[in-house]
């Protein structure tokens, strides 16, 4: 008889079996729990990214950021907005739970990535270094927010997981602009020169109240110059814009005025070729439109980004240098037409969709974006 032997068999096979099904159940904790964490990662990092590119929304002064009077950049109200989004039980959930605790980082971070990586205070930034919020989100046990559940993987002695996520976003002013971004006045370089304050990169505030000659308008103190854009027909060569059909060499007026309600039909960049088209005459039609558009019309051209040249005065392509936040508050046809603008760098209102890359600082900014 070989009963013990029989019995040594299924005795193995019983240890083979339990040692088969602690594996499986490893296994399928393994996976489940991996599927888990790595939801749960995707859900801090996409918490961290909304923080971030809040936060980079309030590092220039901006209504919404109750900042209008602030310097740029605004580090204490980027951070306190990154921190407060990243937190609110309005906005982040990790695992059906709103986050608790982040950690909130400004600086400057380099476009190029030389050196890569955020750059904190004090710090003098260079041509390529952006204004930046940095944000991270930990789920690790270190703080408010626990631990990742672990749902299986107590079975092999593993009682909870780790997970974490950076952000950092950053703003800058664009060095190139998308189809539709662009208002269809290129504007002389000299009236930067003379309305724009580059060493604090905001507009020149008038000292007193006065009327601006030939309009009736009242000058506010305090507040951003007004000033008129007209062709050299009828101004001083600094003082002078003129009608563009950016990409098309044409001097056609009704061309234009579409141009007007939709804005540029291909991309432009600083510095790029051909540039943009200068057209001739005065085009005084076009100023009708302008008034219809702007403050004092619907409103529909209040706030633009418009192209910036160093030669408003010659017809034929001439090279962008930048682009400017204009508030256009009016415009006059006639026999000294104009348009009436102020400079602004608002970021409720001058904000260039469709822009990208690092130009010149004339007002205008890209929305916010995420470089990590």
Known sequence: MRTGSRNKQQGTVAVMTALMLVFLLGTASLAVDIGNLMVARNELQNAADAAAMAGAGCLIRRTQCGNTTATQPDWPTATATA???STSNATNQVQGAYVKASTVSTGYWNATGTPYGLETLPFTPGTNDLPAV????????????????AFLAGIVGVQFLKASAVATAVLSTPGNVGPGALFPLAISQCLYNTYWNSSTNS????????????????????????????????????NSGQWTTFNTSTNSASYTKSLIATGNTTSFSVGGSPGT??????EDSLFKSAAACSAAGDGTCAWVTAPVVSDALTSGYQTVLGFACLHVL????????????????DLSHCETPASGGVGPNYGAYTPPRLVQ
């Open 203 to 238: 507009p020149n505030l008038s000292p007193n109240n006065n009327t601006l000659p030939g309009t009736g308008i009242s000058q506010q103190q305090g507040q951003p110059y007004f000033f008129q854009i007209g062709s050299s027909y009828h101004y001083s060569s600094c």
């Open 83 to 85: 921190s407060a989004f």
């Open 134 to 149: 940095q944000v991270s989100i930990m789920k690790d046990g270190s703080n408010a927010n626990g631990t990742v559940r």
């Open 277 to 282: 088209w200068i057209q001739t005459g005065t």
């Open 330 to 345: 009016n415009a006059q046809n006639g026999s000294q037409p104009y348009v009436l603008v102020q400079m602004s760098n």
